[in-house]
Protein backbone atom coordinates (compact mmCIF):
# COMPACT_ATOMS: atom_id res chain seq x y z
CA UNK A 1 0.00 0.00 0.00
CA UNK A 2 1.40 3.47 -0.81
CA UNK A 3 0.95 6.44 0.37
CA UNK A 4 -1.69 7.44 -2.28
CA UNK A 5 -3.67 4.54 -1.22
CA UNK A 6 -2.68 4.54 2.19
CA UNK A 7 -4.61 7.96 2.85
CA UNK A 8 -7.35 6.91 0.35
CA UNK A 9 -8.66 4.00 2.46
CA UNK A 10 -7.67 5.87 5.99
CA UNK A 11 -10.33 8.48 5.13
CA UNK A 12 -12.42 5.49 3.51
CA UNK A 13 -12.06 4.00 6.96
CA UNK A 14 -12.59 7.13 8.75
CA UNK A 15 -15.51 8.24 7.06
CA UNK A 16 -16.82 4.52 7.25
CA UNK A 17 -16.78 4.96 11.14
CA UNK A 18 -18.53 8.14 11.36
CA UNK A 19 -21.44 6.95 9.38
CA UNK A 20 -21.51 3.67 11.62
CA UNK A 21 -21.47 5.84 14.66
CA UNK A 22 -24.41 8.13 13.51
CA UNK A 23 -26.03 4.84 12.05
CA UNK A 24 -26.43 2.82 15.52
CA UNK A 25 -29.95 3.45 16.37
CA UNK A 26 -30.68 1.71 13.01
CA UNK A 27 -28.70 -1.54 13.69
CA UNK A 28 -29.65 -4.44 16.09
CA UNK A 29 -27.97 -4.34 20.02
CA UNK A 30 -27.06 -8.05 18.99
CA UNK A 31 -26.86 -9.58 16.13
CA UNK A 32 -29.23 -12.58 15.47
CA UNK A 33 -26.94 -14.46 14.20
CA UNK A 34 -26.22 -18.33 14.11
CA UNK A 35 -23.30 -20.45 15.78
CA UNK A 36 -20.57 -20.77 12.96
CA UNK A 37 -22.30 -19.07 10.02
CA UNK A 38 -19.74 -16.48 9.64
CA UNK A 39 -17.20 -19.01 9.97
CA UNK A 40 -18.67 -20.73 7.04
CA UNK A 41 -18.59 -17.26 5.15
CA UNK A 42 -14.81 -16.67 5.50
CA UNK A 43 -12.06 -18.41 2.98
CA UNK A 44 -11.05 -21.58 4.60
CA UNK A 45 -7.34 -20.86 3.64
CA UNK A 46 -4.99 -18.21 3.15
CA UNK A 47 -5.09 -15.76 -0.11
CA UNK A 48 -1.63 -16.69 -2.21
CA UNK A 49 -1.87 -13.72 -4.35
CA UNK A 50 -2.47 -10.25 -3.21
CA UNK A 51 -6.28 -9.41 -3.30
CA UNK A 52 -7.78 -5.74 -4.43
CA UNK A 53 -8.58 -3.45 -1.15
CA UNK A 54 -12.07 -3.11 -2.44
CA UNK A 55 -12.80 -6.54 -2.36
CA UNK A 56 -11.49 -6.93 1.64
CA UNK A 57 -13.40 -3.77 2.08
CA UNK A 58 -16.54 -5.04 0.79
CA UNK A 59 -16.57 -8.24 2.46
CA UNK A 60 -15.87 -6.65 5.82
CA UNK A 61 -18.97 -4.41 5.32
CA UNK A 62 -21.12 -7.40 4.12
CA UNK A 63 -19.50 -10.42 6.84
CA UNK A 64 -17.82 -8.63 9.54
CA UNK A 65 -20.39 -5.95 10.84
CA UNK A 66 -23.69 -7.74 10.23
CA UNK A 67 -22.07 -10.36 12.62
CA UNK A 68 -20.84 -7.71 15.16
CA UNK A 69 -22.68 -6.82 18.37
CA UNK A 70 -22.51 -3.37 18.49
CA UNK A 71 -21.21 -2.33 21.43
CA UNK A 72 -20.93 1.67 21.15
CA UNK A 73 -24.90 1.57 20.78
CA UNK A 74 -26.90 3.55 22.37
CA UNK A 75 -29.15 0.90 23.48
CA UNK A 76 -26.62 -1.31 24.79
CA UNK A 77 -28.02 -2.30 28.88
CA UNK A 78 -25.93 -5.70 29.15
CA UNK A 79 -22.71 -6.30 30.95
CA UNK A 80 -21.06 -2.98 31.69
CA UNK A 81 -20.15 -0.60 28.69
CA UNK A 82 -17.19 -0.30 27.10
CA UNK A 83 -17.33 3.50 25.51
CA UNK A 84 -15.63 5.06 22.86
CA UNK A 85 -16.32 8.44 22.65
CA UNK A 86 -15.45 10.02 19.21
CA UNK A 87 -13.01 12.23 20.35
CA UNK A 88 -10.52 8.66 21.58
CA UNK A 89 -11.24 7.18 18.17
CA UNK A 90 -9.91 10.16 16.60
CA UNK A 91 -6.37 9.56 19.24
CA UNK A 92 -6.23 5.66 18.44
CA UNK A 93 -6.31 6.63 14.70
CA UNK A 94 -3.44 9.06 15.50
CA UNK A 95 -1.74 6.22 17.81
CA UNK A 96 -2.36 3.30 15.20
CA UNK A 97 -0.09 5.06 12.94
CA UNK A 98 2.42 6.28 14.94
CA UNK A 99 2.76 2.27 16.66
CA UNK A 100 5.18 2.80 18.95
CA UNK A 101 6.08 0.18 21.63
CA UNK A 102 6.12 1.89 25.17
CA UNK A 103 7.83 0.00 27.29
CA UNK A 104 10.78 2.29 28.23
CA UNK A 105 11.05 6.12 28.47
CA UNK A 106 13.36 6.24 25.72
CA UNK A 107 11.13 3.91 23.13
CA UNK A 108 8.63 6.67 23.57
CA UNK A 109 9.64 9.78 26.05
CA UNK A 110 6.88 11.66 25.09
CA UNK A 111 4.10 8.65 25.82
CA UNK A 112 5.63 7.96 29.03
CA UNK A 113 5.22 11.66 30.16
CA UNK A 114 2.05 11.67 29.25
CA UNK A 115 0.64 8.46 30.82
CA UNK A 116 2.66 9.73 33.94
CA UNK A 117 0.18 13.31 33.60
CA UNK A 118 -2.54 11.24 33.30
CA UNK A 119 -2.69 8.95 35.90
CA UNK A 120 -2.40 11.77 37.83
CA UNK A 121 -5.17 13.84 35.89
CA UNK A 122 -7.19 10.93 37.32
CA UNK A 123 -6.06 10.75 40.74
CA UNK A 124 -7.23 14.20 41.09
CA UNK A 125 -10.29 13.50 39.38
CA UNK A 126 -11.17 11.01 41.70
CA UNK A 127 -10.25 13.20 44.95
CA UNK A 128 -7.62 11.13 45.35
CA UNK A 129 -4.74 12.05 47.70
CA UNK A 130 -1.16 12.28 46.22
CA UNK A 131 0.50 9.95 47.77
CA UNK A 132 -0.88 7.82 45.07
CA UNK A 133 1.36 7.23 41.55
CA UNK A 134 0.30 4.56 38.72
CA UNK A 135 0.26 2.78 35.41
CA UNK A 136 -1.98 2.93 32.95
CA UNK A 137 -2.92 -0.97 32.35
CA UNK A 138 -4.57 -2.57 29.30
CA UNK A 139 -7.07 -4.14 31.59
CA UNK A 140 -8.15 -4.31 35.17
CA UNK A 141 -7.93 -8.27 35.20
CA UNK A 142 -3.52 -7.42 34.33
CA UNK A 143 -3.38 -4.55 37.17
CA UNK A 144 -5.55 -7.08 39.88
CA UNK A 145 -2.69 -10.08 38.74
CA UNK A 146 0.06 -7.04 39.33
CA UNK A 147 -1.49 -6.21 42.65
CA UNK A 148 -2.14 -10.07 43.78
CA UNK A 149 2.02 -11.15 42.57
CA UNK A 150 3.00 -8.23 44.88
CA UNK A 151 1.26 -9.14 47.73
CA UNK A 152 2.92 -12.35 47.34
CA UNK A 153 5.99 -11.21 47.39
CA UNK A 154 5.61 -9.04 49.94
CA UNK A 155 4.63 -11.82 51.66
CA UNK A 156 7.36 -13.68 50.98
CA UNK A 157 9.64 -11.14 51.51
CA UNK A 158 10.11 -11.57 47.54
CA UNK A 159 11.08 -14.81 47.49
CA UNK A 160 8.44 -16.76 45.37
CA UNK A 161 9.52 -15.29 42.02
CA UNK A 162 13.46 -16.74 42.40
CA UNK A 163 12.49 -19.95 44.79
CA UNK A 164 9.24 -20.57 44.07
CA UNK A 165 6.36 -21.42 46.14
CA UNK A 166 6.98 -24.76 47.16
CA UNK A 167 8.25 -24.93 50.29
CA UNK A 168 7.00 -21.39 51.59
CA UNK A 169 4.29 -20.72 53.89
CA UNK A 170 0.97 -21.04 52.24
CA UNK A 171 -0.49 -17.67 51.12
CA UNK A 172 -4.25 -16.22 52.19
CA UNK A 173 -5.93 -13.91 50.15
CA UNK A 174 -9.57 -12.62 50.97
CA UNK A 175 -12.40 -11.26 48.92
CA UNK A 176 -15.74 -11.11 48.97
CA UNK A 177 -18.31 -13.74 47.08
CA UNK A 178 -19.41 -10.62 44.97
CA UNK A 179 -15.95 -9.57 43.56
CA UNK A 180 -15.39 -10.46 39.45
CA UNK A 181 -13.73 -13.82 37.70
CA UNK A 182 -10.50 -11.98 37.61
CA UNK A 183 -9.46 -11.97 40.84
CA UNK A 184 -9.85 -15.84 40.68
CA UNK A 185 -7.55 -16.20 37.62
CA UNK A 186 -5.23 -14.04 39.91
CA UNK A 187 -5.01 -16.09 42.10
CA UNK A 188 -4.51 -19.17 39.74
CA UNK A 189 -2.00 -17.80 37.66
CA UNK A 190 0.05 -16.26 40.47
CA UNK A 191 0.44 -19.89 41.79
CA UNK A 192 -1.47 -19.15 45.01
CA UNK A 193 -4.28 -21.57 44.38
CA UNK A 194 -8.13 -21.37 44.48
CA UNK A 195 -7.80 -23.44 47.71
CA UNK A 196 -6.06 -20.31 49.07
CA UNK A 197 -8.99 -17.61 48.10
CA UNK A 198 -10.86 -17.13 50.83
CA UNK A 199 -14.36 -16.00 50.09
CA UNK A 200 -15.93 -13.78 52.93
CA UNK A 201 -19.96 -13.70 52.64
CA UNK A 202 -21.42 -10.96 51.96
CA UNK A 203 -24.68 -9.04 53.56
CA UNK A 204 -26.87 -6.06 53.56
CA UNK A 205 -27.97 -4.08 50.22
CA UNK A 206 -24.52 -3.27 49.12
CA UNK A 207 -23.21 -6.51 49.36
CA UNK A 208 -20.37 -5.87 51.08
CA UNK A 209 -18.20 -8.53 53.01
CA UNK A 210 -18.90 -8.73 56.55
CA UNK A 211 -16.04 -7.25 58.46
CA UNK A 212 -16.38 -9.53 61.58
CA UNK A 213 -15.97 -12.39 59.49
CA UNK A 214 -12.85 -11.35 57.75
CA UNK A 215 -11.03 -10.77 61.15
CA UNK A 216 -11.95 -14.09 61.95
CA UNK A 217 -11.07 -16.21 58.85
CA UNK A 218 -7.85 -13.91 59.24
CA UNK A 219 -7.11 -15.09 62.73
CA UNK A 220 -8.60 -18.38 62.08
CA UNK A 221 -5.83 -19.19 59.44
CA UNK A 222 -2.84 -17.39 61.22
CA UNK A 223 -3.34 -20.20 64.03
CA UNK A 224 -3.56 -22.54 61.27
CA UNK A 225 -0.38 -21.84 60.22
CA UNK A 226 -1.25 -19.85 56.58
CA UNK A 227 0.13 -16.44 55.60
CA UNK A 228 -2.46 -14.17 55.26
CA UNK A 229 -1.29 -11.50 52.34
CA UNK A 230 -3.59 -9.25 50.69
CA UNK A 231 -7.41 -8.54 50.70
CA UNK A 232 -9.45 -7.86 47.00
CA UNK A 233 -11.91 -5.62 47.77
CA UNK A 234 -14.83 -4.44 45.61
CA UNK A 235 -16.59 -1.65 44.85
CA UNK A 236 -18.98 -1.61 42.28
CA UNK A 237 -19.02 -5.58 41.74
CA UNK A 238 -20.14 -7.02 37.98
CA UNK A 239 -23.07 -9.01 39.57
CA UNK A 240 -25.28 -6.56 41.33
CA UNK A 241 -23.20 -3.88 41.86
CA UNK A 242 -21.63 -5.44 45.47
CA UNK A 243 -19.50 -3.17 47.54
CA UNK A 244 -17.23 -3.43 50.01
CA UNK A 245 -16.58 -1.31 53.46
CA UNK A 246 -13.53 0.22 52.13
CA UNK A 247 -12.97 1.84 55.54
CA UNK A 248 -13.50 -0.84 57.66
CA UNK A 249 -11.72 -3.48 55.29
CA UNK A 250 -8.45 -0.96 55.04
CA UNK A 251 -8.38 -0.71 59.12
CA UNK A 252 -7.88 -4.59 59.03
CA UNK A 253 -5.63 -4.56 56.12
CA UNK A 254 -3.78 -2.29 58.20
CA UNK A 255 -3.72 -3.77 61.37
CA UNK A 256 -3.03 -7.56 60.48
CA UNK A 257 -0.43 -5.92 57.60
CA UNK A 258 -2.04 -7.00 54.70
CA UNK A 259 -2.06 -5.48 50.98
CA UNK A 260 -5.18 -4.36 49.98
CA UNK A 261 -6.58 -4.05 46.67
CA UNK A 262 -9.88 -2.30 45.68
CA UNK A 263 -11.60 -3.60 42.37
CA UNK A 264 -13.53 -0.04 41.11
CA UNK A 265 -13.25 -1.37 37.39
CA UNK A 266 -16.45 -0.31 36.56
CA UNK A 267 -17.73 2.62 39.28
CA UNK A 268 -14.88 3.83 39.53
CA UNK A 269 -15.44 6.12 36.58
CA UNK A 270 -18.13 7.74 38.55
CA UNK A 271 -15.83 9.17 41.22
CA UNK A 272 -15.11 11.93 39.15
CA UNK A 273 -18.75 13.00 40.49
CA UNK A 274 -17.65 13.69 44.26
CA UNK A 275 -21.39 12.75 45.42
CA UNK A 276 -20.72 9.31 44.88
CA UNK A 277 -17.83 8.93 46.69
CA UNK A 278 -19.42 7.90 49.79
CA UNK A 279 -19.44 4.49 47.94
CA UNK A 280 -15.83 3.85 48.47
CA UNK A 281 -15.01 6.08 51.46
CA UNK A 282 -11.62 5.24 53.01
CA UNK A 283 -10.05 4.05 49.99
CA UNK A 284 -7.48 6.18 50.41
CA UNK A 285 -5.93 3.87 52.72
CA UNK A 286 -5.78 1.00 50.18
CA UNK A 287 -1.89 0.10 48.59
CA UNK A 288 -3.74 -0.10 45.11
CA UNK A 289 -7.34 0.48 43.33
CA UNK A 290 -7.63 0.04 39.57
CA UNK A 291 -10.64 0.88 37.58
CA UNK A 292 -11.30 1.24 33.75
CA UNK A 293 -11.52 4.73 31.78
CA UNK A 294 -12.65 1.93 28.86
CA UNK A 295 -15.59 1.26 30.37
CA UNK A 296 -18.43 4.24 31.53
CA UNK A 297 -15.89 7.33 31.33
CA UNK A 298 -15.31 6.97 27.05
CA UNK A 299 -11.89 5.83 26.83
CA UNK A 300 -11.46 3.43 23.98
CA UNK A 301 -10.16 -0.18 25.02
CA UNK A 302 -7.71 -0.41 26.23
CA UNK A 303 -7.23 2.21 29.34
CA UNK A 304 -7.03 0.76 32.64
CA UNK A 305 -5.97 3.09 35.70
CA UNK A 306 -3.75 1.38 38.34
CA UNK A 307 -3.52 3.33 40.87
CA UNK A 308 0.08 2.24 43.50
CA UNK A 309 0.71 3.83 47.23
CA UNK A 310 4.52 2.15 47.35
CA UNK A 311 5.27 1.81 43.33
CA UNK A 312 8.54 0.23 44.88
CA UNK A 313 6.63 -3.09 45.90
CA UNK A 314 5.55 -3.31 42.72
CA UNK A 315 8.74 -3.11 40.43
CA UNK A 316 10.69 -4.72 42.94
CA UNK A 317 7.97 -7.33 42.16
CA UNK A 318 7.87 -7.08 38.04
CA UNK A 319 11.19 -5.65 37.14
CA UNK A 320 13.09 -7.24 34.79
CA UNK A 321 16.37 -5.76 33.55
CA UNK A 322 18.09 -7.43 30.89
CA UNK A 323 20.91 -5.40 29.26
CA UNK A 324 19.07 -4.46 26.36
CA UNK A 325 16.47 -3.08 28.02
CA UNK A 326 18.68 -0.85 30.58
CA UNK A 327 18.53 2.96 30.23
CA UNK A 328 21.83 4.03 31.20
CA UNK A 329 22.34 7.41 32.78
CA UNK A 330 18.78 8.99 33.33
CA UNK A 331 17.61 9.07 36.43
CA UNK A 332 14.16 9.88 37.69
CA UNK A 333 12.79 8.16 34.77
CA UNK A 334 9.97 5.72 34.31
CA UNK A 335 10.00 2.37 31.98
CA UNK A 336 6.39 1.65 32.54
CA UNK A 337 7.02 -2.05 31.48
CA UNK A 338 8.34 -2.64 35.01
CA UNK A 339 5.16 -2.03 36.12
CA UNK A 340 3.00 -4.69 34.55
CA UNK A 341 3.44 -7.93 33.59
CA UNK A 342 3.86 -7.77 29.33
CA UNK A 343 7.05 -5.97 28.00
CA UNK A 344 5.38 -4.85 25.03
CA UNK A 345 2.68 -1.59 25.40
CA UNK A 346 0.80 0.55 23.50
CA UNK A 347 0.08 4.39 23.84
CA UNK A 348 -2.76 4.50 25.99
CA UNK A 349 -2.48 8.04 27.28
CA UNK A 350 -3.42 9.86 24.20
CA UNK A 351 -6.83 8.77 24.30
CA UNK A 352 -7.20 10.10 27.88
CA UNK A 353 -5.38 13.56 27.21
CA UNK A 354 -7.77 13.73 24.25
CA UNK A 355 -10.90 12.78 26.65
CA UNK A 356 -10.63 14.77 29.07
CA UNK A 357 -10.02 18.05 27.43
CA UNK A 358 -12.46 17.67 24.86
CA UNK A 359 -14.91 16.88 27.43
CA UNK A 360 -13.75 18.33 30.48
CA UNK A 361 -14.74 16.67 33.81
CA UNK A 362 -17.87 18.53 33.90
CA UNK A 363 -18.97 16.92 30.43
CA UNK A 364 -18.23 13.53 31.68
CA UNK A 365 -20.07 13.77 35.33
CA UNK A 366 -22.83 15.59 33.30
CA UNK A 367 -22.84 12.41 31.73
CA UNK A 368 -22.51 9.73 34.29
CA UNK A 369 -25.54 11.45 36.87
CA UNK A 370 -27.89 11.84 34.13
CA UNK A 371 -27.34 7.70 33.11
CA UNK A 372 -27.28 7.67 37.39
CA UNK A 373 -30.62 9.39 37.20
CA UNK A 374 -32.41 7.35 34.55
CA UNK A 375 -31.44 4.11 35.79
CA UNK A 376 -32.78 5.18 39.01
CA UNK A 377 -36.70 6.27 37.23
CA UNK A 378 -36.46 3.33 35.43
CA UNK A 379 -35.99 0.84 38.14
CA UNK A 380 -39.18 3.05 40.24
CA UNK A 381 -41.09 2.30 36.73
CA UNK A 382 -40.56 -1.14 36.91
CA UNK A 383 -41.21 -1.71 40.56
CA UNK A 384 -44.05 0.17 39.99
CA UNK A 385 -45.85 -2.56 37.67
CA UNK A 386 -47.57 -5.11 39.41
CA UNK A 387 -45.52 -8.16 37.89
CA UNK A 388 -42.13 -6.61 38.12
CA UNK A 389 -39.97 -6.93 41.26
CA UNK A 390 -36.61 -5.05 41.76
CA UNK A 391 -34.66 -7.72 42.96
CA UNK A 392 -31.37 -5.26 43.89
CA UNK A 393 -31.89 -1.54 44.11
CA UNK A 394 -29.57 0.83 41.75
CA UNK A 395 -26.22 0.65 42.72
CA UNK A 396 -25.10 3.95 40.50
CA UNK A 397 -26.94 3.04 37.21
CA UNK A 398 -26.69 -0.54 37.46
CA UNK A 399 -30.14 -2.28 38.91
CA UNK A 400 -31.58 -5.95 38.44
CA UNK A 401 -35.05 -7.18 38.22
CA UNK A 402 -37.28 -9.91 37.35
CA UNK A 403 -40.97 -10.40 35.83
CA UNK A 404 -43.02 -12.09 38.16
CA UNK A 405 -46.33 -12.66 36.55
CA UNK A 406 -49.16 -13.90 38.92
CA UNK A 407 -49.36 -18.00 39.20
CA UNK A 408 -46.00 -18.35 37.02
CA UNK A 409 -43.84 -21.64 38.12
CA UNK A 410 -40.88 -21.34 36.86
CA UNK A 411 -39.90 -17.61 37.51
CA UNK A 412 -35.87 -18.08 36.62
CA UNK A 413 -37.16 -20.23 33.14
CA UNK A 414 -39.19 -17.43 32.33
CA UNK A 415 -36.72 -14.50 33.43
CA UNK A 416 -33.79 -16.76 31.61
CA UNK A 417 -36.25 -17.05 28.56
CA UNK A 418 -37.36 -13.34 28.55
CA UNK A 419 -33.39 -12.02 28.21
CA UNK A 420 -32.91 -14.54 25.70
CA UNK A 421 -36.31 -12.97 23.37
CA UNK A 422 -35.04 -9.18 24.61
CA UNK A 423 -31.63 -9.77 22.93
CA UNK A 424 -32.86 -11.55 19.67
CA UNK A 425 -35.12 -8.98 19.07
CA UNK A 426 -32.73 -6.38 18.95
CA UNK A 427 -33.68 -3.33 19.96
CA UNK A 428 -32.39 -3.39 23.27
CA UNK A 429 -29.34 -5.58 25.03
CA UNK A 430 -29.42 -6.97 28.91
CA UNK A 431 -27.85 -9.97 30.86
CA UNK A 432 -28.48 -11.95 33.21
CA UNK A 433 -27.21 -12.47 36.38
CA UNK A 434 -27.58 -14.94 39.89
CA UNK A 435 -28.81 -13.51 42.92
CA UNK A 436 -29.33 -15.45 46.03
CA UNK A 437 -29.37 -18.51 43.87
CA UNK A 438 -32.56 -16.82 41.68
CA UNK A 439 -32.26 -16.11 37.91
CA UNK A 440 -32.42 -12.48 37.63
CA UNK A 441 -32.11 -9.77 34.73
CA UNK A 442 -29.23 -7.25 34.93
CA UNK A 443 -29.80 -3.38 33.53
CA UNK A 444 -27.36 -0.48 33.59
CA UNK A 445 -27.37 2.79 31.69
CA UNK A 446 -23.85 3.44 30.81
CA UNK A 447 -23.63 4.36 27.20
CA UNK A 448 -21.65 7.41 26.12
CA UNK A 449 -24.36 8.33 23.35
CA UNK A 450 -27.62 7.10 25.32
CA UNK A 451 -30.55 9.52 25.75
CA UNK A 452 -33.78 9.13 28.28
CA UNK A 453 -36.02 8.29 25.01
CA UNK A 454 -33.53 5.50 24.99
CA UNK A 455 -34.09 4.23 28.61
CA UNK A 456 -38.02 4.93 27.83
CA UNK A 457 -37.47 2.78 24.68
CA UNK A 458 -36.11 -0.05 27.31
CA UNK A 459 -39.12 0.13 29.34
CA UNK A 460 -41.63 -0.48 26.77
CA UNK A 461 -39.37 -3.23 25.21
CA UNK A 462 -39.04 -5.01 28.67
CA UNK A 463 -42.68 -4.94 29.09
CA UNK A 464 -44.00 -5.75 25.56
CA UNK A 465 -41.73 -8.97 25.58
CA UNK A 466 -42.49 -9.96 29.10
CA UNK A 467 -46.38 -9.77 28.55
CA UNK A 468 -46.49 -11.57 25.07
C1 LIG B 1 -14.98 -5.38 33.91
C2 LIG B 1 -14.51 -5.70 35.26
C3 LIG B 1 -13.29 -6.34 35.45
C4 LIG B 1 -12.44 -6.83 34.32
O1 LIG B 1 -11.99 -5.77 33.55
P1 LIG B 1 -10.98 -6.01 32.34
O2 LIG B 1 -10.44 -4.64 32.11
O3 LIG B 1 -11.81 -6.53 31.22
O4 LIG B 1 -9.97 -6.97 32.78
C5 LIG B 1 -12.88 -6.57 36.75
N1 LIG B 1 -13.62 -6.19 37.80
C6 LIG B 1 -14.79 -5.57 37.65
C7 LIG B 1 -15.57 -5.15 38.85
C8 LIG B 1 -15.28 -5.30 36.37
O5 LIG B 1 -16.44 -4.67 36.22
Not at 53 to 64: P, Q, S, V, Y
Not at 232 to 260: F, H, K, M, P, Q
Not at 286 to 298: M, Y
Not at 317 to 331: E, N, Q, S, V, Y
Request: net charge negative; glycine share 8%; proline share 5%.
Amino acid sequence: MDSNEFRHWSVKAAEWGVDYRSGLRDRPVRPDVEPGSILAALAASPPEEAEPMEDIFADFEATIVPGMTNWQHPRFFAYFPANSAPVSVVAEHLVSSIAAQCMLWQTSPAATELETRMVDWMRQALGLPDGFTGVIQDSASQATLAAVLTMRERALAWQGNKAGLAGQPRLRIYSSDQVHTSIDRAIWVSGIGEDNLVRIPTAGSNRAMVTEALERAVAEDRAAGFLPAGIVASVGGTGVGGTDEIAAVARIAERENLYLHVDAAWAGSAMICPEFRHYWEGVGSADSIVFNPHKWLGAKFDCSIHLIRDPDSLVRTLAIRPDFLKTHGRDGIINYSEWSVPLGRRFRALKLWFLLRAHGLEGLRAMIRNHVSWSRRLAEKLGNEPDFEITSAPMLSLFSFRHVPTGLVDVDGHNLDLVERINRDGRIYLTQTRLDGRAVIRFQVGQFESTEADVDRAFDVIAELARS
